[in-house]
DNA sequence: CTAGCCCTGCGAACACCTTGCAGCTACGAC
DNA sequence: GTCGTAGCTGCAAGGTGTTCGCAGGGCTAG
């Protein structure tokens, strides 16, 4: 039996390796990561792979179609597969909580967008920022001294 | 006569200085810029001034209110100053044109956000990604291979 | 005018990502 | 099964964007 991330990589003429069903693995594993952090994940089975092949397979799952990617904070993009549910990132750029949201709440934005300026929105690639319901009630004039 | 932003400044215990100056000149020239960009910019007038000088400007000028910063791509941020209209940048993932629209389109988004999830949005740091008018109607299936 | 501390320039360091290359491996052809 | 080749991987170096430590200098209060 074949499954059905094989043959959508075949599909598009990509081989099937190792490294490809374990990162996927690893993605669908941790629901949200980083590069950095699906390396780690993978190198619990295999220690030998190396971050560039992370960042090589990533890139040809999204090709297929089998993972997408979102810019939470500034610095690393954050990975998760296509079967989980379309959702919306709710960073707090105070205590960089980061909460998911349906990306139903968005529905009449994203509505508008299309017919007003003809723009096709891919809502999950979307991280809205503001700040979170308890850095709001709790107004401390900080931001987030704790280095995370 | 003591200027709007040296008042600012001042307040918050922060000193005036040339390089302050300069830079929030650069950012109202520029309307969007990256630091590189203000750094070429502010370097026209005074060509001594470094990057990290730029960086801990921007730091210090966004703490007391007179620019705000947003994420459009993966890399640089982009700056801008606060008098500006506040906008929502919506960026085309296959050919990274970038359009600003009156941030009014997404109240009813942003009132849904605060009301339902108690999230307070700053609507101005939000960068939207999908495709632009013009990409959607020309499917043609590769990607920005112009490097920019 | 003077003293003190903030601010700046500089270089090094850091985080994140990409690339060139040599060897290995998946997979179609036989 | 085995062979050949093109695609894939690991490694190390390099690129870009950003931060940090330090020493000297300039802004401001007194």
Redesign the interface.
Known sequence: MTADWEERLREHGFRITPQRQLVLEAVEALRHGTPEEILVEVQRTASGVNLSTIYRTLEVLEDVGLVTHA?IG?GA?TYHAVDEHVHIH?V??RCRAV?S?PAG??A??VA??RD???????IS?????????DC?EAPRHHEADDPL
Chains 1, 2 share one sequence.
């Open positions: 810019h500034h993009p709710l707090c750029d909460q949201i709440v968005a009449s934005f508008a967008l007003d300026y003809g723009f096709r929105t891919d690639h979307v991280s809205v920022h503001g700040h979170c319901r709001e």
